[in-house]
T-cell receptor, first 118, second 111 residues
């Protein structure tokens, strides 16, 4: 089945630094990837839709200058949390849509990245 | 946007018991998936079920699209079933599989 790889699985960084998270589709091409954020004991909230070769579309309330998304190829999207602060500590998870998706195909998710900002 | 509510929010079961989790959504959907999030945060895809009924081992799911709800049945529960269960839907004409997640049901199965 379709596999989405996310790296790193866990990262601890100091306040003010930037962190990059990678999301790769391993055995399929994905024109569209999605980034979600999950705070403890809460649901997943969509942050942005990442389209290969074009600018990402951010959901309302998500700062595009803080959460930089790059989708340079059909198999890789990156999320960079810039100037991270403790309130950015969260679980970030990506998903990928198959290039040839139809409404009969499920969405595939990475294993997530747990970010802790100290 | 579309709203997705799940019930109950929390559920405690004795091993071997059966349960039904419910997902209500506020508009018509093109895609509905059930996920199990394990204690490590991994989302396990259980069912892709925008309509109809599916079964996979001890789990089954039914979506009644016209009435805007879906049910997940867990039979003979095991401790490994513990975790959070989410339904997620995609509706409207976004052109993407842009899923909106429900509020979740936190399940604890005790031995």
């Amino acid at each position: 089945g379709a596999v989405v790889s996310q790296h790193p699985s866990r990262v601890i960084c100091k306040s003010g630094t930037s962190v990059k998270i990678e999301c790769r589709s391993l055995d399929f091409q994905a024109t569209t990837m999605f980034w979600y954020r999950q705070f403890p004991k809460q649901s997943l909230m969509l942050m942005a839709t990442s389209n290969e070769g074009s600018k990402a579309t951010y959901e309302q309330g998500v700062e595009k200058d803080k959460f930089l998304i790059n989708h340079a190829s059909l198999t890789l999207s990156t999320l960079t949390v810039t100037s991270a602060h403790p309130e950015d500590s969260s679980f970030y998870i990506c998903s990928a849509e198959l290039l040839t998706f139809s409404y009969n195909s499920p969405l595939h998710f990475g294993n997530g990245t747990r970010l802790t900002v100290t | 946007g579309i709203q997705v509510e799940q019930s109950p929010p929390d559920l405690i079961l004795q091993e071997g018991a059966n349960s039904t989790l419910r997902c209500n959504f506020s508009d018509s959907v093109n895609n509905l998936q059930w996920f199990h999030q394990n204690p490590w945060g991994q989302l396990i895809n259980l069912f892709y079920i925008p309509s109809g009924t599916k079964q996979n081992g001890r789990l089954s799911a039914t979506t009644v699209a016209t009435e805007r709800y879906s049910l997940l049945y867990i039979s003979s529960s095991q401790t490994t079933d513990s975790g959070v269960y989410f339904c997620a839907v995609e509706g409207g004409n976004t052109g993407f599989q842009k899923l909106v997640f429900g509020t979740g049901t936190r399940l604890l199965v005790s031995p």
